[in-house]
Structure formats: structure tokens, C-alpha cells
């Protein structure tokens, strides 16, 4: 374990050694809400040991209701796109939180919910189909298609809804929202602010990328199938990696998997996350400095972590199950670690008031696992990334002249 002292700082609910700053607030309702806050890089020695009092909670907000629970969320509100698409995708959303009621569902809050949206999407044709490049306005067409008169579009969504069968319209609900995404993913070809000058030394991902990981089991045991399959010693997961939001993180990340540096890499498994070595061999990634971009915010944050107790939210939140963030810097936690990534597992059981995780708005998330979460719990210490692979977005990654 003496190894692992020397590893950049991985989130302070896998380590030992812990700095916080507990705050008891008392309003006129005699209500004491406590929360702690995260300030220094903690070393990964002992990281199975280590468990947080679900006592100590980050301050509670109501915008934490509205955070994202899903990988698949979380990436289509990071999509700057026009904002009559927007506005659709927000009134269909708030659908699916009225899905979960248990008992009698507003069906007829959400009929006037697609109403709005029907209305917005053909109201708005021309400004939406506008918002997409030329070169992909066939594709743009088509998809806008689908989205209004397609099987999975709105007017069917307006059926299943006046038919009051809720499990059509959660299936449904979800194949529109699906070509909301690809529609709005035409209409941000690229990054919608300017980075820094001085960040534009580092390689950047403009808009969004897919890395392919190829798990190893080395003990002689195989993962099991999703379904009826065969057993086998390696997996798939895919992840998807945002540059939207992320654009250095996200590109630093890019370049190493296209430069082979994760091929073969170990893995460690501690509590709430899997940690890639943070040794890379010859191959070395940029100490790109700590970068999150907070909700309703044009652009990202550099070398500061968010005021969760002041209700500040990522756009990426790290508490989602399979969210994927770099490690900090064994320098400076103002700085993520050249090469250490962790898949984090996140459990609302061991959060704080709110559901948030401990370490919410302390490390720069870049993207979520979309397929293989189910393999996510069966890595074990040891086992390796046999390979990992950009499998799209290697034409969005943009490197520095030294590079090039």
C-alpha cells in the first residue's frame, strides 16, 4: 500500500485522512442543517477503511431536486443548443418526474406539457432547422421529422398520453427526448465560449467524444452477462466524454486514450470508486488545471471547486452512478492529476441531505458510463483496461502546435 501514498488525490470518501469544516447554522424554526466542506488532496493510503457519518451532509438546497440522477440527462442539458429545443426539452422532462407518482398521474398536466412542446416545435420550425449547419441540414430535417410525426415523436406521445398508459408514454417520452438530443447535438457543432488564452496550450475536445474500454479480468474469473450469454474474462463499457462542459478535462482524457496510454493500466477498487494507476509509462497527460462548469453559468470555472452550500450545482454532477472524473494533482488540488481517472459508484445511501455526494463540485467530471454500468460492480482490484479506444470525436479533439 505504500505504492499508493505517491497516487494524485482521488475523492476524500476513499481516503484516511480527512480536513473539514463542520457549520451549525440555527434559523427561527430551530432547524440545524451541518455540512462539510472538502479543502485539501488526501493521499489514497488506506482507502477501504474509510467511511463518512451520513451526519456529516453537505448543506441541503432545493435546486438540488432539480440535479441531474442520470448520466443521460446530465449530458443532454450539457447540449448548448437553440433555445426553442431547449424549452421543449424542459417541458418533456418535467414529464418524467410526473411518471413517478405513484398513486393518480396528472395525465392531463402532461398532455399540456407535449401540447407546448408540439406547439414550440412547429411554431418554431424555421429557427430550429436553422440553428444546423448547412452540411447536416438533410440530416437535421429527417430527425426533426421524427420528432414531431415519428413513431416515437410527439403526436404519438399526445396518444399514449390521452390513452393513459403510462408505460407507452415512459417508453416513448424517452425515444423523443433521444431525438431532442441528436437534434441538438447538430446544432452545437462547437464550443459556444472562447477559452482563455493561456488554456490554449492544452489539447481541447469541441463538442462530444465516445471511449471504448476493454476490461480485463486477470484472477481467472469472467464477468457475468447483462442476460442469458456466456461468461467471459473481459467486458465492454463505453463512456461518454464531454467537451461541451469539459473541454480540457475532456481533451486531456482524449489524447491519452488515442496515445495508448490506459492500455494495459491496472485498475484499484476502493470504496465508491474505481481508480485507474496513475502511472501512464512514457506517455504523459497535461496537468490541466481543475475545470467545472457550474448550472446556468456561459463557461467553466478554472482552479476552484463549487460552494455546494451556496447552491452552486455542476452541469456534470459527480453524483451519478458511473460518473467519470479525473483525480486531483498530487501538487495542487487547483490542478487535476495528468493521467488518474476514476469511475465513480456513486451511492445515495452513504450521501449527504439532498442526495449529494461528499465530494460534489470538488473534481472536474467529464462524462458518464452509457454502457456496461452493470459492469461497473464487478471490477476487482487488479483487473487491467486491456484497451481503450476513442471510437468517436477523434475530429473534435484539437492539440496544441507542439503536438500536432
Do not use: W
Not at 437553440?82 to 402532461?110: A, H, V
Not at 491519452?256 to 502511472?279: F, H, P, R, W
Amino acid at each position: 500500500m505504500q505504492e499508493l501514498t505517491k497516487r494524485p488525490t482521488a475523492p476524500s470518501i476513499l481516503s484516511t485522512h480527512l480536513e473539514s469544516t463542520v457549520k451549525q447554522f440555527q434559523s427561527l424554526m430551530a432547524v440545524i442543517i451541518i455540512f462539510t466542506e472538502i479543502a485539501s488532496p488526501i493521499p489514497l493510503y488506506g482507502l477501504q477503511d474509510l467511511s463518512i457519518s451520513p451526519a456529516e451532509a453537505v448543506l441541503y438546497s432545493p435546486e438540488t431536486k432539480t440535479l441531474p440522477r442520470t448520466g443521460e440527462l446530465a449530458l443532454r442539458r450539457a447540449i448548448p443548443a437553440n433555445t426553442n429545443m431547449k424549452t421543449i426539452q424542459d417541458s418533456l422532462e418535467d414529464i418524467s418526474y410526473l411518471l413517478r407518482i405513484p398513486q393518480r398521474k396528472p395525465f392531463g398536466t402532461m398532455e399540456g406539457n407535449v401540447k407546448k412542446a408540439l406547439k414550440i416545435a412547429t411554431d418554431e420550425k424555421a429557427s430550429i432547422l436553422a440553428s444546423i449547419p448547412a452540411e447536416l441540414k438533410e440530416e437535421g430535417s429527417v430527425l426533426y421529422t421524427s420528432l414531431v410525426d415519428g413513431k416515437g415523436g410527439l403526436q404519438k406521445l399526445l396518444q399514449y398520453i390521452k390513452d393513459k398508459d403510462p408505460e407507452k408514454v415512459s417508453a416513448c417520452l424517452a425515444s423523443t427526448l433521444d431525438t431532442i438530443a441528436q437534434l441538438e447535438l447538430l446544432q452545437a457543432p462547437g464550443l459556444s465560449f472562447l477559452l482563455p488564452q493561456q488554456y490554449l496550450k492544452y489539447p481541447r475536445l469541441t463538442g462530444r467524444g465516445i471511449v471504448e474500454f476493454t476490461v480485463e479480468k486477470v484472477d481467472g474469473s469472467a464477468f457475468s452477462p447483462e442476460s442469458a450469454g456466456e461468461a467471459k474474462s473481459t467486458a465492454k463499457i463505453q463512456v461518454v466524454i464531454d467537451g461541451f462542459s469539459a473541454p480540457l478535462t475532456a481533451g486531456n482524457f482524449a489524447k491519452l486514450v488515442v496515445d495508448g496510454a490506459y492500455d494495459g493500466m491496472k485498475l484499484t477498487c476502493a470504496n465508491q470508486a474505481i481508480l485507474s494507476d496513475s502511472e501512464v509509462g512514457k506517455t504523459t497527460g497535461y496537468s490541466v488545471p481543475l475545470e467545472i462548469k457550474p448550472a446556468g453559468q456561459f463557461e467553466p470555472l478554472y482552479r476552484t471547486t463549487l460552494s455546494i452550500q451556496d447552491g452552486e450545482l455542476p452541469v456534470l454532477p459527480l453524483s451519478v452512478y458511473g460518473a467519470v472524473a479525473m483525480a486531483h494533482s498530487d501538487v495542487s488540488d487547483e490542478n487535476s492529476s495528468p493521467s488518474q481517472f476514476f469511475f465513480y459508484l456513486y451511492d445515495k445511501r452513504n450521501s449527504g441531505l439532498g442526495g449529494l455526494s461528499f465530494d460534489e463540485g470538488q473534481f472536474s467530471v467529464f462524462g458518464y458510463t452509457t454502457v456496461g454500468r452493470d459492469i461497473l460492480p464487478q471490477i476487482k482490484t487488479g483487473d487491467i483496461i486491456r484497451s481503450a479506444k476513442l471510437v468517436e470525436g477523434q475530429d473534435r479533439l484539437v492539440l496544441p502546435p507542439q503536438d500536432n
